[in-house]
């Protein structure tokens, strides 16, 4: 193979895709790459993280179908869902967890986002996470919808969930569409209202034509805690009513229980978020999940067919695995179809 034509390229563009070149296609030493380049060892180092950052470098590893790859078949066969199963140390905190799964998410991604796609987000901490890893990608016509609102009563979260959208669409060279409501609303009757305005209608109508969905889950039992959980959006009376509905978790501020029911849960009246049946209809659904805290959110999540691929990892998905109770299968493929 040769090296591409390059001439018209930035020079840290330029010398990045030649030391990649040189390392990944001609299998050179960086000492030598170095001396061909004229330079230090360590810039050619800060040249090849540079080239994967950016994508200019992507890797990809063809696994046998042995270890991992057997809880991703587990768990396709008794969901019917793709899982992506990031590989972790079991010693390693929440907070590293989380910002590794972030990155292997965003490599992923990239084969799900594609031109003329509209594409929903939720705002949450593993979304804030996966946004600052994103891996840059030259599209047209892509369009990003907040999924719900985040503002409470200390703060309009404008600027939170913005910013989560605003690198998602430059990224792809996308435009965004924000969702300036409260995360949830006081009475009902409010969000009713606000639902027949015609500003908030066109919002509504870009979520029903989604063609990914794209979200973590909350949970209220995380050690990383969900921004939903942590940012002043529940009160105490919210959390008694949540623990009395047997509410195990979220997906863009809609609560849902164990069995993958959400029907009867007073907060999803006042939530901003799309009704579960709207997200199902989504053709592609991709969670992001990190931390054996949110699997019992993720088996209500997985139980209600809110999942299509799965990016989870390799702690998590086996305790999904080992906690799966003979039966559950069957109702979950069904769910996901």
């Known amino acids: 193979m040769s090296a591409p034509d390059t001439q018209n390229l930035p020079e840290k563009v330029r010398d990045a895709l030649k030391a990649g070149h040189l390392y990944y296609m001609q299998d050179l030493t960086m000492e030598a790459i ?133 690198r998602f669409g430059d990224t792809y060279a996308g435009t965004i569409q924000e969702f300036p409501v409260p995360a949830l609303f006081d009475d009902p009757q409010t969000k009713q209202a606000m639902w027949r305005e015609r500003s908030t209608r066109r919002i509504l109508d870009i979520q029903e034509r989604m063609d990914v969905a794209l979200f973590g889950l909350g949970s209220p039992f995380s050690e990383v805690r969900s921004h939903v959980y942590a940012g002043g959006y529940l009160d105490a009376e919210d959390y008694a009513s949540l623990d009395a509905s047997g509410v195990v978790g979220d997906v863009a501020t809609v609560f849902f229980r164990e069995d993958g029911s959400h029907h009867g849960i007073p907060l999803n009246e006042r939530a901003s978020g799309p009704d579960i049946d709207l997200i199902k209809r989504v053709p592609r659904r991709v969670c992001i999940v990190s931390g054996p805290s949110k699997v019992h959110s993720l088996r209500g999540a997985l139980a209600a067919g809110l999942i299509t691929d799965l990016i989870v990892d390799e702690g998590t998905a086996r305790a999904l695995a080992d906690l799966v109770e003979p039966g559950e299968a069957a109702a979950s493929v069904e769910h996901a179809a």
Do not use: C
């Not at 179908?65 to 929440?94: F, K, N």
């Not at 939720?122 to 999924?147: C, Y």
């Open 34 to 166: 170095a001396h061909e380049m004229h330079t230090s060892r360590s810039s050619v180092s800060r040249l090849l993280s540079y080239a994967r950052a950016s994508g200019l470098v992507t890797i990809q590893i063809a696994q046998p179908h042995e270890g991992a790859t057997r809880v991703q078949q587990e768990l396709h066969a008794r969901y019917g869902i793709g899982a992506h199963i990031v590989p972790m140390p079991s010693a390693i905190s929440d907070v590293d967890r989380l910002e590794r799964v972030a990155i292997s998410a965003a490599r992923i991604l990239d084969r799900f986002i594609d031109s003329n796609t509209t594409v929903g987000v939720a705002w949450g901490s593993t979304m804030s996470a996966l946004s600052r890893h994103l891996i840059p990608k030259d599209l047209h016509n892509v369009e990003f919808v907040q999924l719900n609102g985040a503002g409470n009563t200390y703060t309009t979260g404008v600027l939170y969930a913005s910013e989560i959208l605003r």
